[in-house]
């Protein structure tokens, strides 16, 4: 453990942005984002959670993934792949296991998704661990916690004036090689227990069975009610740090344009709607179930992970207070019934 | 790292004209670069993202067969901006080609076994790549009998019609065309093809039917096929669920926990009956 | 619990028990603070789940278009404008609608509250007496109600419901004019202002839909956004133009029919200003057709295009 105080750290993320592209929480708006900083002096650490999570840093809203060009009778591709060195500073512990779970989808047995995975391999994560988790908060109850390090290469633990520095990986240490930083005293460390123990999460949300439950529940008349009131936007979706649906469209000017990814999003009507009109997933009932399914049982089938990491942001974000934790208390609630359709 | 989103670029040599309606188009492409063909390594079964440049891509069934090299077939109904775009293009156009993608028809399984082929509509593009696979005379020995069943509302909208009067004249595949209607000028069989089935009634034994259709003409078979014996283990069908990515990432395509893009899209009717019905 | 309250419950529970309605649409209790959901209740005993606050901000004409079953709906003075346009508009059928009527003093805007909180996380709420009593760990602050209500709410010439079945409790008073400084502010600037502005603005759109899902009127079979033949504006946010052309082609579809209830800047994640557009909208269409909507079930909307139903030929080849 190592110990920085507050305007050395400011100078050393001006230091990094000579070489890195450095991201971290900036004020926008009532909120923060992450952003690309130009200097130290932009970055508020004292925030709770971003709007948008980090996500968007490696897997952003759009992106180019090729640019073609007609000519002589042929058609020359020019991939896009991002290969600049990024540091992401102050991301949550949340936002950090995040990418644990994006990886199994981006890097899978049979296919390698160069673009976020390029970034990945690129990107060090600077975590901040939460001296307050909001009251929306529920990260403890998926495995995480305030001051969790899974994913991370350096976790800050911010003790006023000072952060306390965990360094987790080799990469972490590198990043630190200039800086010459004091080992943590014995006062400061004490002081770092403390802020940790009086991080104490007031939401839980009870997981237990409910893999089970979902197994034998797609047929039950629960999603007949459970969704009535989702409008069917994107804002928890896009909001989400684990969701990584996407689009993939064209724009042309000419005789030469962009291949882009979006993000989309399984609530929209479009996301699944057959050339011959079919809707395999035609109302909101199928959407939310399969937002809720995907998160709690798919994705568990399919890399042993739950793909939620209790940060809270649909809850903040969903226009109609259509709270996860209240959706998973109801499934949890409910009586099984057997699955048939 | 390979970047499976870049297409191999291919050169449109063929638009053809396939049903009357003019809304099937069959198209021939060839690959500019000759190593892409190496690496494209398909079976029967398997699909690809056609793109257009500038407009977008697409996911269509691979129609031709690994045993005719040189090309790649696709028959594509217009439905969509890609799809329609692409029946007005001329011959000579570069196009990009993304794949194979998908798992292919249980080749190796159908070996030594009698297969039952039943097909609808323009849903046998890639029903056209497996027969055609099983009659090269590489293969045809490893297979039992041949039967196939094909309906279309009319004998215009049949696909591969020059096909299916040289598969007619083959003694080692039983062809069975029916219509819906009777036309002046048709002498084959008339009536759907869920009843065409249950009077040819193929042989469950040591047999395997691939169906691929309309969801009507599943939906009605299928109580057929179970009827003559078939198991849901001896059911193949190929699912077409809206894709993107192809590669299981973009998170449209997926059937409970499969994707069909990249564990299907062939599955057999036991898995199906495991999944929800979300397609 | 207060007495718009217990007439609501009151009011839900009697029409489900007497079966004159199948549904009411309402509000319950939300999961955070100052913060009332949509509610729907199906059984008499459930209507005890109703409530009536300062967060009832969503706008519940948006769940009641195309119902196959009769439905009651607590409708505050904006949402029962919406009702009024979506029943010209066919969308919903009169008859087999209930409105509860709620005279409305206004619903809470929570941004106001995390402006004024300055990052300090609010954890519960108390309003009495025009007072708003704010709720954290180790704060209580007390701020006066006037000062936390949306601008909407501030704004509004309809609070009492102009069209109803049943009204709980007394009318509230109403406003003397109505204030369009904000979009007179708007209108001051140079059209190189305005786009800064909006780009501004729009730069941080995310393409959620959540403006568009959120709004009553907006229920198009299939958006233009969404359209891809032909495709009128680029899918990606790439381009910050196309957010603006978004926003400024939903404003222009929703003139005459905007009822300015606020839901959709409500509704945006972002924190987007989109009551510029739609305001300026509303204030347009008032000036040039003395017309506001939603405040009477006779009066034609003003854009209601003259469709003649014999020959769908509106257009001539020139497209005239």
């Given at each position: 453990?190592l110990?920085?105080?507050?305007?050395?750290?400011?100078?050393w993320?001006?230091?990094l942005?000579?070489?890195y592209q450095?991201?971290?929480?900036?004020?926008?708006?009532?909120?923060?984002?992450?952003?690309?900083?130009?200097?130290?002096?932009?970055?508020?650490?004292?925030?709770?959670?971003?709007?948008v999570?980090?996500?968007?840093?490696l897997f952003?809203?759009?992106e180019?993934?090729?640019?073609?060009?007609y000519?002589?009778?042929?058609?020359?591709?020019?991939?896009?792949?991002?290969?600049?060195?990024?540091?992401?500073v102050?991301?949550?512990?949340?936002?950090?296991?995040?990418?644990?779970?994006?990886?199994?989808?981006?890097n899978?047995?049979?296919?390698?998704?160069p673009?976020?995975?390029?970034r990945?391999?690129?990107?060090?994560?600077v975590?901040?661990?939460?001296?307050?988790?909001?009251?929306t908060?529920?990260?403890?109850?998926?495995?995480?916690?305030?001051?969790?390090t899974e994913?991370?290469?350096?976790?800050?633990?911010?003790?006023?004036d000072?952060?306390?520095?965990e360094?987790?990986?080799?990469?972490?240490?590198?990043?630190?090689?200039?800086?010459?930083?004091?080992?943590?005293?014995?006062?400061?460390?004490?002081?770092?227990r403390?802020?940790?123990?009086?991080?104490?999460?007031?939401?839980?949300?009870?997981?237990?069975?409910?893999?089970?439950?979902?197994?034998v529940i797609?047929y039950d008349p629960?999603w007949?009610?459970?969704?009535?009131?989702?409008l069917?936007?994107?804002?928890?979706?896009?909001t989400?740090?684990?969701?990584h649906?996407?689009?993939?469209?064209?724009?042309?000017?000419?005789?030469?344009?962009?291949?882009?990814?979006?993000?989309?999003?399984?609530?929209?009507?479009l996301?699944?709607l057959?050339?011959?009109?079919?809707?395999?997933?035609?109302?909101?009932?199928?959407?939310?179930?399969?937002r809720?399914?995907?998160?709690?049982?798919?994705?568990v089938d399919?890399?042993?992970?739950?793909?939620?990491?209790?940060?809270?942001r649909c809850?903040i974000?969903?226009?109609?207070?259509?709270?996860?934790r209240?959706?998973l208390?109801?499934?949890?609630?409910?009586?099984?019934?057997?699955?048939?359709? | 790292?390979?970047n499976?989103?870049?297409?191999?670029?291919?050169?449109?040599v063929?638009?053809?004209?396939?049903?009357?309606?003019k809304?099937?188009?069959?198209?021939?492409?060839?690959?500019?670069?000759e190593?892409?063909?190496?690496?494209?390594?398909y079976?029967p079964?398997?699909?690809?993202e056609?793109?257009?440049?500038?407009?977008?891509?697409?996911?269509?069934?691979?129609?031709?067969?690994?045993?005719?090299?040189g090309?790649l077939?696709?028959?594509?109904?217009?439905?969509?901006?890609?799809t329609?775009?692409?029946?007005?293009l001329?011959?000579?156009?570069?196009?990009?080609?993304?794949?194979p993608?998908?798992?292919?028809?249980?080749?190796e399984?159908f070996?030594?076994?009698?297969?039952?082929?039943i097909g609808?509509?323009?849903?046998?593009?890639?029903?056209?790549?497996?027969?055609?696979?099983?009659?090269?005379?590489?293969?045809?020995?490893?297979?039992?009998?041949?039967?196939v069943?094909?309906?279309?509302?009319?004998p215009?909208?049949?696909?591969?019609?020059?096909?299916?009067?040289?598969?007619?004249k083959?003694?080692?595949?039983?062809?069975?065309?029916?219509?819906?209607?009777p036309?002046?000028?048709?002498?084959?069989?008339?009536?759907?093809?869920?009843?065409?089935?249950?009077?040819?009634?193929?042989?469950?034994?040591?047999?395997?039917?691939?169906?691929?259709?309309?969801?009507?003409?599943?939906?009605?078979?299928?109580?057929?096929?179970?009827?003559?014996?078939?198991?849901?283990e001896?059911?193949?069908?190929?699912?077409?669920n809206r894709?993107?990515?192809?590669?299981?990432?973009?998170?449209?395509?997926?059937?409970?926990?499969k994707?069909?893009?990249?564990?299907?899209?062939?599955?057999?009717?036991?898995?199906?009956n495991?999944?929800?019905?979300?397609? | 619990?207060n007495e718009?309250?217990?007439?609501?419950?009151?009011?839900?529970?009697?029409?489900l028990?007497n079966?004159?309605?199948?549904l009411?649409?309402?509000?319950?209790?939300?999961?955070?603070?100052?913060?009332?959901?949509?509610?729907f209740?199906r059984?008499?005993e459930?209507?005890?789940?109703?409530?009536?606050?300062?967060?009832?901000?969503?706008?519940?004409?948006?769940?009641?278009?195309k119902?196959p079953?009769?439905?009651a709906v607590?409708?505050?003075g904006?949402?029962?404008?919406s009702?009024v346009?979506?029943i010209?508009?066919?969308?919903i059928?009169?008859?087999?609608l209930?409105?509860?009527?709620?005279?409305?003093?206004?619903?809470?805007?929570r941004?106001?509250?995390?402006?004024?909180l300055?990052?300090?996380?609010?954890?519960?709420?108390?309003?009495?007496?025009?007072?708003v009593?704010?709720?954290?760990?180790e704060?209580?602050?007390?701020?006066?109600?006037?000062?936390?209500?949306?601008?909407?709410?501030?704004n509004?010439?309809?609070?009492?419901?102009?069209?109803?079945?049943?009204?709980?409790?007394?009318p509230?008073?109403?406003?003397?004019?109505?204030?369009?400084?904000d979009v007179?502010?708007?209108?001051?600037?140079?059209?190189?202002?305005?786009?800064?502005?909006l780009?501004?603005?729009l730069?941080?759109?995310?393409?959620c839909?959540?403006?568009?899902?959120?709004?009553?009127?907006?229920?198009?079979?299939?958006?233009?956004?969404?359209c891809?033949?032909?495709?009128?504006?680029?899918?990606?946010?790439?381009?910050?133009?196309?957010?603006?052309?978004?926003?400024?082609?939903?404003a222009?579809?929703l003139?005459?029919?905007?009822?300015d209830c606020?839901?959709c800047?409500?509704?945006?994640?972002?924190g987007?200003d989109?009551?510029?557009?739609t305001?300026?909208?509303?204030?347009?269409?008032?000036?040039?057709?003395g017309?506001?909507?939603?405040?009477?079930?006779?009066?034609?909307p003003?854009?209601?295009?003259?469709i003649n139903?014999?020959?769908?030929?509106?257009?001539?080849q020139?497209?005239r």
């Amino acid at each position: 453990m190592l110990l920085v105080n507050k305007g050395q750290f400011t100078d050393w993320l001006n230091q990094l942005i000579q070489v890195y592209q450095v991201y971290a929480p900036v004020k926008e708006d009532d909120y923060f984002c992450f952003k690309k900083i130009n200097s130290g002096d932009q970055v508020t650490l004292n925030y709770t959670n971003s709007k948008v999570p980090p996500k968007e840093v490696l897997f952003p809203r759009s992106e180019k993934l090729f640019c073609y060009r007609y000519e002589n009778g042929g058609v020359q591709l020019t991939e896009q792949i991002d290969e600049s060195k990024k540091i992401i500073v102050g991301l949550r512990p949340c936002d950090a296991k995040s990418f644990l779970l994006l990886d199994g989808v981006f890097n899978s047995d049979k296919y390698h998704d160069p673009y976020y995975l390029t970034r990945r391999n690129n990107t060090v994560l600077v975590g901040l661990g939460c001296n307050q988790p909001a009251a929306t908060c529920f990260c403890t109850s998926l495995g995480g916690g305030p001051f969790a390090t899974e994913g991370l290469d350096l976790l800050l633990v911010d003790i006023g004036d000072r952060y306390v520095v965990e360094v987790l990986t080799d990469r972490g240490r590198e990043l630190l090689s200039g800086l010459e930083l004091p080992a943590a005293d014995q006062e400061a460390q004490e002081a770092a227990r403390r802020v940790k123990e009086g991080a104490a999460l007031s939401t839980q949300v009870n997981l237990e069975g409910l893999k089970s439950k979902l197994d034998v529940i797609f047929y039950d008349p629960i999603w007949d009610l459970i969704h009535e009131k989702c409008l069917g936007c994107a804002a928890c979706t896009y909001t989400c740090p684990t969701c990584h649906c996407f689009d993939i469209v064209d724009e042309a000017e000419g005789n030469e344009g962009c291949r882009i990814r979006n993000w989309d999003a399984c609530m929209f009507p479009l996301f699944t709607l057959h050339g011959s009109g079919h809707n395999p997933r035609p109302t909101g009932k199928e959407r939310f179930r399969q937002r809720v399914m995907h998160k709690f049982k798919y994705f568990v089938d399919n890399f042993n992970a739950i793909a939620c990491v209790g940060c809270g942001r649909c809850i903040i974000n969903c226009p109609v207070n259509l709270d996860i934790r209240e959706v998973l208390a109801e499934i949890q609630g409910s009586e099984v019934r057997s699955d048939k359709q | 790292m390979k970047n499976p989103y870049l297409p191999l670029p291919m050169r449109l040599v063929k638009n053809f004209v396939e049903t009357e309606d003019k809304l099937i188009h069959t198209f021939t492409l060839e690959f500019l670069n000759e190593e892409d063909e190496k690496l494209f390594q398909y079976l029967p079964g398997q699909f690809a993202e056609v793109s257009v440049f500038g407009v977008g891509e697409a996911p269509f069934g691979i129609a031709s067969s690994p045993t005719e090299p040189g090309h790649l077939k696709f028959s594509v109904a217009k439905v969509g901006v890609v799809t329609t775009t692409l029946h007005q293009l001329p011959e000579g156009t570069v196009l990009g080609v993304r794949g194979p993608l998908g798992n292919n028809y249980p080749i190796e399984e159908f070996k030594g076994k009698n297969l039952v082929v039943i097909g609808g509509g323009f849903a046998f593009t890639t029903l056209r790549s497996l027969i055609t696979y099983i009659l090269h005379p590489d293969h045809r020995g490893d297979y039992g009998e041949l039967t196939v069943i094909y309906g279309a509302r009319n004998p215009g909208l049949l696909l591969y019609k020059d096909e299916l009067a040289e598969w007619e004249k083959r003694p080692d595949i039983n062809l069975v065309c029916t219509i819906d209607r009777p036309v002046e000028g048709w002498n084959g069989r008339v009536g759907f093809v869920p009843t065409v089935t249950k009077e040819v009634a193929p042989s469950a034994e040591n047999a395997y039917a691939v169906i691929c259709g309309p969801p009507v003409m599943i939906k009605f078979t299928m109580p057929v096929l179970e009827e003559l014996g078939f198991a849901p283990e001896q059911i193949i069908m190929s699912l077409e669920n809206r894709m993107k990515c192809g590669i299981g990432m973009c998170g449209r395509c997926n059937v409970g926990n499969k994707y069909v893009c990249k564990d299907g899209p062939i599955f057999t009717r036991a898995q199906l009956n495991q999944l929800p019905n979300e397609y | 619990m207060n007495e718009l309250t217990r007439a609501i419950q009151e009011t839900a529970q009697k029409l489900l028990q007497n079966k004159e309605v199948e549904l009411v649409v309402g509000f319950a209790e939300g999961s955070l603070p100052l913060r009332n959901t949509p509610c729907f209740v199906r059984q008499p005993e459930e209507a005890q789940r109703l409530v009536w606050g300062y967060g009832c901000e969503n706008n519940l004409a948006n769940y009641l278009r195309k119902r196959p079953e009769k439905v009651a709906v607590v409708a505050k003075g904006c949402d029962s404008r919406s009702i009024v346009e979506l029943i010209k508009e066919n969308q919903i059928d009169r008859d087999k609608l209930v409105v509860i009527g709620v005279p409305c003093r206004g619903t809470i805007d929570r941004k106001k509250v995390t402006r004024l909180l300055a990052g300090k996380e609010l954890l519960k709420a108390e309003v009495r007496d025009g007072q708003v009593v704010l709720i954290g760990k180790e704060f209580g602050e007390t701020v006066p109600l006037e000062q936390l209500l949306y601008d909407t709410c501030l704004n509004c010439q309809h609070p009492n419901p102009v069209l109803f079945d049943i009204m709980m409790g007394e009318p509230v008073p109403v406003k003397e004019t109505e204030c369009f400084a904000d979009v007179a502010n708007f209108e001051t600037k140079t059209p190189a202002e305005k786009r800064a502005y909006l780009m501004q603005e729009l730069s941080r759109c995310i393409r959620c839909y959540a403006c568009r899902q959120a709004c009553p009127m907006c229920f198009c079979e299939e958006c233009f956004v969404d359209c891809s033949m032909p495709q009128w504006l680029s899918k990606s946010s790439l381009n910050v133009q196309d957010n603006v052309f978004f926003q400024a082609v939903r404003a222009l579809h929703l003139a005459g029919r905007c009822v300015d209830c606020g839901a959709c800047d409500r509704a945006c994640p972002m924190g987007i200003d989109l009551r510029t557009l739609t305001r300026k909208m509303v204030k347009d269409v008032q000036e040039l057709f003395g017309y506001t909507a939603g405040v009477s079930l006779d009066l034609k909307p003003p854009l209601a295009a003259p469709i003649n139903t014999t020959s769908p030929a509106t257009f001539n080849q020139d497209g005239r």
